[in-house]
């Protein structure tokens, strides 16, 4: 592996590369709260055909972490920065969680820059409404206060299950009962591996960073039907102060407990014409492999998008399974950039 950082979209990232300079390119985007790191065991398995390309991204790990307001364009132009700076003009894009957000909106907005997309554990432009760090993060200063005070249990918490002392809960933050292990066969990250991850988001500037990525580029609008548009739909934006008041209200309690909001109105009538990957945790083996869930706004929202797409539930394991099931994710993979899934 080889460290090196580019100018991209005015900033310098770090950029982990591996693998044969003549081999496809496929760029691997981590989520949160992780680093380049989290690819770690992902890119032994792949570095022998493909040339592998690893970023922090914008306000993680060892790259540029510019205060501001960040948007999903401002990600994805990053992304494609870093190809630009590496004189890559077509890549596969593989990304977990935000890496996920960020792949989706560089495929959706710039197709011709890619080859394929696989999404890890992660969604498209329409939120679950059981996800409720989502609301948390728009409840200023809640975040800012919390992280300040709690950065390092709260990695704690999220990769082990507990931390010491323990974190607050509600409404102080929604990190209690959340953790990589929840539904998993076993706790996966070492002492290691969290030290590394309490290192890289120790950084004030991270914290802020993670802030305006929720905050910002998550603006979350309710979806009400409308047979006067053409696409039967309009769009109703909510406020970072409205969504607040959700989460002060303790979220069941509020009209719009349970609603599927989404962030990226803009983008819902595109489609991604090269083939796609929705790999997904399955803690209880609920789904039979090579399964597409259905029935809901956000499993329905990968169907929309991609009309050449497989599905993939990964079993015994939680959010993390990137590090936790490496070899599970790695043999998918493999299979799908190689082009012999299907």
């Known amino acids: 592996m080889e460290h090196r950082f580019v100018q991209s979209n005015g900033i310098r990232l770090h950029v982990v590369t591996a693998g044969p300079e003549d081999g496809e390119p496929v760029l691997l985007i981590h989520g949160f709260p992780e680093t380049w790191y989290e690819w770690r065991k992902t890119i032994p398995a792949l570095q022998d055909r493909y040339r592998l390309i690893v970023p922090d991204t914008r306000g993680f790990g060892d790259s540029d972490k510019p205060e501001g307001r960040y948007d999903r364009a401002m990600l994805a132009a990053d992304m494609v920065g870093v190809l630009d700076a590496l004189g ?20 959706i907005d710039h197709p011709e820059r890619t080859t394929r997309l696989a999404l890890l554990d992660t969604l498209c432009t329409v939120w679950a409404p059981g996800a409720r760090h989502g609301y948390w993060f728009k409840a200023a200063p809640r975040p800012e206060e919390f992280f300040a005070r709690h950065h390092g249990q709260f990695i704690e918490q999220i990769f082990t ?15 209690v009962g959340r953790s990589s ?8 990250a070492d002492d290691d591996d969290v030290a590394v991850y309490k290192a890289a988001f120790a950084d004030p500037g991270s914290h802020r960073a993670a802030i305006t990525y929720y905050r910002d580029a998550l603006a979350f609008h309710v979806v009400e039907p409308e ?11 909510l406020s970072s102060d409205e969504v607040a008041e959700m989460w002060e209200a303790g979220l069941d309690d509020h009209p719009l407990a349970g609603q599927f909001l989404d962030y990226g109105p803009g983008d819902r009538l595109k489609r ?34 991609f009309p050449d797409l497989r599905g993939e539930p990964v079993h015994g394991a ?20 190689d082009g012999t899934d299907r």
Do not use: C
Request: hydrophobic share 40%; charged share 20%; aromatic share 16%.
């Open 88 to 107: 890559v003009g077509r890549a596969a894009v593989v990304g977990h969680d935000w890496g996920g957000i960020i792949g989706f909106k560089l495929a």
């Open 161 to 175: 299950g507990s931390s010491d002392p323990p974190l607050p809960g509600w409404p102080e933050s929604p990190w």
């Open 181 to 188: 292990v929840a539904g998993s066969a076993s706790r996966w």
């Open 227 to 237: 047979h006067t548009f053409a696409d039967g739909e309009r769009y109703r934006a």
């Open 272 to 305: 991604y014409p090269h083939p796609a990957l929705w790999m997904f945790a399955d803690p209880k083996g609920r789904f039979q492999p090579g399964t597409i869930p259905r029935g809901n706004p956000f499993f329905d929202q990968f169907s929309a998008y």
């Open 318 to 337: 939680g959010h993390f399974f990137v590090e936790e099931k490496p070899d599970a994710v790695n043999a998918r993979l493999r299979s799908f950039l």
